[in-house]
């Protein structure tokens, strides 16, 4: 039986790629982090909190003598690094913790390969991020990197440090540069999931108005459950090495949002310009969206859209589900949550 080790399990991908192992045979070992309250909504959902060959370890990323026992008393060939401080506009706020956590957190895991047992195979997460501030449309393996937050430029440390291990001490580290993916697992600070939640909400009479920010940034949106049988493949691969995962798509927040809408009933009909848009619904003449500027950032990616042929070439993988199938179901599991006042 194959033993792997997925850190953040509590998260989106965690979730995912858990399911998708558990499907594969693997043992798994998920780690969470200790908080006051457990966080396992997601497993629960998917309905594998339960299954026998899951086993869910205290653990954080930060702590190196905890990455080397990790290693040692799992026996795990395979080590997953989803776990993160992932959100972009909180890494402008805690820019300390996000290098912590997000950049040197993966070193951790890689000198506990390292020392424990070399032949180990880890993936990183790594994102589209990294391009930042765009050098080249769409971006690939090779487009140079222009981090815009702390977010990504923790990220990009993990990423060097990565290849830097695989070049230095032979270990077989991939990276996955993975442009957003989503999903109704998707964390509710995040924007697809803010407005799938909120057009729900606006439905059911739960709420009046979605407030957002920069709905003119462009963004290649997949769907989570791929993407992770994408990582499973990267660390099945003959060699390490660096893959892009995204869609070759790129929306606006404002085209994902009249998406939304239109899934959830509306039709949206936008007017106003930057701090002063909204959108009301042709149908009641009701404002449903309008934008907040305290949603801005400080430093905004403005475009990103990834190629993803060299995935498809060497791993056999590509995205199947459209944005539009995408956003149909997440609008719908909210609609379904809240109807039954599900409140993650
Ligand atoms: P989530 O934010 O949903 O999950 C992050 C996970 O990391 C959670 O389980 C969280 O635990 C855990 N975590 C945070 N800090 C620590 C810590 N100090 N020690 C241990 N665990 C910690 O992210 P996603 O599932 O969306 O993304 C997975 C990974 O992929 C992340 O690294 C993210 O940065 C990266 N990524 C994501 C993309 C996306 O579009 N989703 C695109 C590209 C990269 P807790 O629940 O306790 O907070
Ligand atoms: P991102 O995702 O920053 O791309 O990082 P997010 O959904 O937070 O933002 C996408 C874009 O939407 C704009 N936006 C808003 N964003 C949020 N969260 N809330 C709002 O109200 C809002 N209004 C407009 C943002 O400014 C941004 O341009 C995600 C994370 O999953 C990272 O961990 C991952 O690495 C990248 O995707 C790829």
């Known amino acids: 039986m194959k033993i792997a080790i ?42 594998i909190a339960h299954h026998p060959n899951l086993e869910l370890v205290e653990y954080d990323l930060t702590d190196l003598s905890a990455s080397i026992r990790l290693l040692q008393t799992t026996g795990a060939t395979e080590v997953y690094n989803l776990a993160a401080q992932s959100f972009v506009g909180v890494s402008f706020d805690q820019p300390v913790t996000t290098a912590e956590i997000t950049g040197l957190g993966p070193v951790n895991l890689l000198e506990a390969i390292r020392i424990v047992n070399p032949a180990v195979r880890f993936y990183q997460a790594s994102t589209s991020e990294m391009f930042g501030k765009v050098q080249a449309i769409p971006q690939i393996e090779d487009t140079p990197f222009y981090p815009r937050s702390p977010y990504g430029v923790a990220k990009l440390y993990a990423h060097w440090m990565t290849i830097n291990y695989r070049e230095s001490y032979n270990i077989f580290g991939a990276s996955g540069i993975l442009f957003n993916h989503e999903s109704p697992l998707r964390g509710r600070e995040f924007v697809t999931r803010k407005i799938t939640d909120s057009m729900a909400k606006i439905k059911l009479g739960l709420l009046d108005v979605l407030e957002l920010g920069n709905m003119d940034a462009k963004r290649d949106w997949g769907f989570a459950k791929e993407y992770v049988e994408g990582m499973w493949r990267m660390l099945q691969a003959d060699k390490p090495d660096t893959y892009v995962l ?11 949002v009249t998406m939304a809408g239109k899934a959830a009933g ?10 002063n848009e909204i959108a009301v619904d042709a149908k009641s003449g009701k404002t449903l969206v309008r934008v907040n500027p305290k949603f801005y950032r400080p430093a905004e990616v403005e475009l990103l859209i990834g190629n993803p042929e060299k995935a498809r070439k060497e ?20 609609i379904c949550r809240n109807q039954a006042g599900f409140s993650f």
């Open 6 to 47: 997925i850190t953040g399990i509590t998260g989106q991908d965690g979730a995912y790629l858990a399911e998708l192992l558990l499907e594969k045979g693997y043992k798994v070992f998920g780690t969470y982090r200790r908080t006051s309250s457990v966080n396992f909504w997601r497993i629960e959902e998917l309905g």
């Open 246 to 256: 995204a869609t070759n798509r790129t929306e606006t927040v404002r085209d994902f």
């Open 315 to 334: 791993l056999s993988w590509e995205p199947k589900t459209t944005l539009e199938q995408l956003c149909q179901m997440m609008v719908e599991a909210d």
């Open 266 to 275: 509306f039709e949206l009909v936008w007017s106003g310009a930057a701090e």
